[in-house]
C-alpha cells in the first residue's frame, strides 16, 4: 500500500502561482511513477502531469505544457507540482496517484490521494 497526501492548494489571482506537493508513505516510492491529475466540477478527472520513478522522464498535458513543472525528491518521498501562470479554467481539485507503470490513463493509477482544491480567480 502506498499512502498519498497533497498539500498546497489554495485560492490564487489570474496569472500567479502555486506549488503542490505530495507526500507519500508505505511502499518504497522510487520505484513508482507518480501522476497529477485534476477534476473540476462537473467535469471527468483529467490528467495534467506524470513523471517516472527516476525522474528522467516527465510529460505534460498539452493545456499545462509550458506552464506546469512536475519534478520529485524520492529523498523524501515526494513529489511536486509547480503552476505558474494560472488560469481560471485551472480551478479544480487536484489529486496525486502512483502507479507501476508509466500511464497517463487515471483508471490504471492504483493509489490515490485525498485532493487539494485549486481555484483560480479572474
Known amino acids: 500500500q502506498v499512502q498519498l497526501v497533497e498539500s498546497g492548494g489554495g485560492l490564487v489571482q489570474a496569472g500567479g502561482s502555486l506549488r503542490l506537493s505530495c507526500a507519500a508513505s508505505?511502499?518504497?516510492?522510487?520505484?513508482?511513477?507518480m501522476g497529477w491529475f485534476r477534476q473540476a466540477p462537473g467535469k471527468e478527472r483529467e490528467f495534467v502531469a506524470g513523471?517516472?520513478?527516476?525522474?528522467?522522464?516527465?510529460y505534460y498535458a498539452d493545456s499545462v505544457k509550458g506552464r506546469f513543472t512536475i519534478s520529485r525528491d524520492n529523498a523524501k518521498n515526494t513529489v511536486y507540482l509547480q503552476m505558474n501562470s494560472l488560469k481560471p479554467e485551472d480551478t479544480a481539485v487536484y489529486f496525486c496517484?502512483?502507479?507501476?507503470?508509466?500511464?497517463?490513463?487515471?483508471?490504471?493509477?492504483?493509489?490515490w490521494g485525498q485532493g487539494t482544491q485549486v481555484t483560480v480567480s479572474s
Open positions: 513523471i517516472s520513478w527516476s525522474g528522467a522522464n516527465t
Open positions: 508505505g511502499r518504497t516510492f522510487s520505484v513508482y511513477t
Open positions: 496517484a502512483a502507479d507501476l507503470s508509466i500511464t497517463t490513463v487515471s483508471e490504471e493509477y492504483d493509489y
